[in-house]
């Protein structure tokens, strides 16, 4: 919208198209710029992907989501140091990691309970604790899923079309206020300033009336060929 100062009525009519012409046209551009941006996100390898856009803070969400805070302190139930139990017989892993992450923890992943331990009670059923070697397994399996879970998205987005917005026509509506201009040779000249509801001293200016310009408006496509 054009500024505050006053202006002709063509001037004023000028510039306000020319001003929604230049942001439809960097809308588009900025679009554009988006899609391409997905058809290059969407062909990267799920360890590229995992690298260059799962932060830390994805990893320690999608962890809790899966498994839940550990009792009495930040993290989540599968960091270092936490209780762990293999499936045993009938009885269940727990956590359930391979289930919920695809991870099948092997020796050296996790350390037996030792009495030195800094739980607070004894857990007969959970003999052993989560090492850093297996924390660290758990997290990078969770940001590759995070990772394939993303480009599925992207790809299924990719392969029915990414969406774009075309302008066809329009209608601008600008709040201003209108003077007429009494010339020394006796002709007229409408006076335009634009009216701006979130500064209210520009509604109390000294006019003789106030209103609305509303200007229609239909894109069409110039040729580039001579």
Partial sequence: MPGGE?????????????????????????????????????????????????????????????????EGGEGSRV?????????????KESPEIFKLLGVLLEEGDYTPLSLSSPLERPLPSRRFLISESGAQRLRE???????????????RL????????????????????FRIEYKADGSEKMMVRA????NPGMIRIKAGMSGEIEVNFKVGRSSTHG
Wanted: aromatic share 6%; charged share 25%; proline share 3%.
């Fill in 6 to 70: 006053e202006l002709a009525m063509m001037e004023f009519t000028t510039l306000l198209l020319r001003q929604t012409f230049e942001g439809m046209l960097q809308a588009i551009y900025q679009q554009r710029e988006d899609n391409a941006q997905w058809m290059r996100l969407s062909k990267l390898t799920p360890e590229a992907y995992a690298q260059q856009h799962v932060s830390e803070e994805n990893v320690e969400e999608k962890l809790l989501q899966l498994f839940g805070g550990k």
């Fill in 79 to 91: 960091d270092v140091g936490q209780p762990y139990s293999p499936a045993r017989g009938e009885a």
């Fill in 141 to 155: 399996a969770a940001r590759q899923k995070l990772a394939l879970e993303a480009l599925e998205q992207l790809q």
């Fill in 158 to 177: 990719v392969a029915f079309g990414l969406p774009e917005v075309h302008i066809e026509s329009g209608r601008i509506l600008s709040k201003a206020s």
């Fill in 195 to 198: 009216l701006s509801t979130s």
